[in-house]
C-alpha cells in the first residue's frame, strides 16, 4: 500500500513538473489593448491677420417720406468701389481638442463718384440725370463661432458649429444741391453650419466651412475653403477662398451685398 502511494505521488509530481514547465516553455500572446481615446492637448491660442481681396457686390434701396426708392446697383449705378482688399483680425481657441471658438472682424469703406445716366431715387431723395453724387458706405462685419468635432481621429474631424455675425452698414450720398443723404443698419444674425477638418500630412490642412441663416427678414450665407500651411509649432499661413452674403429688407430698406474671393492669413499659436 505505501509502495503503490509513493508511486502514485511520484507520478503526479512527475506530471506537474512537466505541465509547469510547458507552461513556461509556451509564449503567452500579449492581448491587444482596447483603443483608447486621442490624447487631450493643451488649449490652443491663436491671433492672427486676414486680407480678403474680395469685390463688393452691392444693391441697395431706401423708402423714405413716403416715396418708393430704386434698386440701385451701387458698383454700377454708383461707381462704388474700394481702393484697397479687406483687411480684418483673426482669433481661435480649441479646449480639450473638440471645443473650438472663433472670431474674425472686417472694415471696409466703398466710395464712388458718378454723373447718373438716369434719375435715381434713394432714401426719399430724388437724383436726377447728369447730378454727380458722391457716395460712401462704411460696413464693420464680425462673427463669432463655436465648432464641437464629434467625429474626431488623427485625420482630423467633423463639427456642427453654431455662429452669430455682427454686421453694421452706413451709407450716405451727397451731391451740390442735397446734403447727406442715407441710413444705418445693425444686425445680428444667429445661424448654424459645419465644417470639416482634413489634415494631409504634418504641414498640411484643409478646411471646408459652411454657416447660414436662410430665412426671414434678414439671411447670410458664408462658405469657405482654406489650405493651412505649418511653417513651425507656433507660426501658420493659409491661402484660400471666401464667399460671404448678406441680405435683409425690412422698413423700406434694403441691403443685399455679396463678397467673394480669395484671402491669406497669417496666425501665431500660443
Known sequence: MIKRTLIIFSALTILAHGLSSAQES??????????????E????????????????SPFIRGD?????????????DLNLVSDIGIPGITASATLKNRHIFSFDMFLMTYTGDKTLEN??????????AYSHPSTTIDIISGGLDYNYAFDLNEKGYLAAKATVKYVSITTAVVTD????????K???????????????????????DLSALPMGG???????LTLIGTISKDMAGSV??????????????????????PFATFELAF
Not at 177 to 184: A, H, L, Q, V
Open 26 to 39: 509556451v509564449p503567452v500572446p500579449d492581448l491587444p489593448e482596447p483603443p483608447s481615446a486621442l490624447v
Open 41 to 56: 492637448e493643451a488649449p490652443t491660442i491663436t491671433v492672427g491677420a486676414y486680407y480678403w481681396m474680395a469685390p463688393l
Open 64 to 76: 423714405n417720406r413716403g416715396v418708393a426708392g430704386d434698386r440701385i446697383n451701387a458698383s454700377d
Open 119 to 128: 434719375d435715381l431715387v434713394f432714401n426719399g431723395v430724388r437724383y436726377p
Open 177 to 184: 444741391e442735397t446734403p447727406s443723404n442715407g441710413y444705418s
Open 186 to 208: 445693425m444686425l445680428i444674425l444667429p445661424g448654424l453650419g459645419g465644417s470639416m477638418k482634413v489634415i494631409w500630412n504634418e504641414y498640411i490642412t484643409i478646411d471646408l
Open 218 to 224: 434678414a439671411q447670410f450665407y458664408d462658405t469657405s
Open 240 to 261: 484660400g477662398w471666401r464667399r460671404y452674403k448678406v441680405s435683409e429688407n425690412s422698413e423700406g430698406q434694403l441691403i443685399d451685398f455679396i463678397w467673394s474671393g
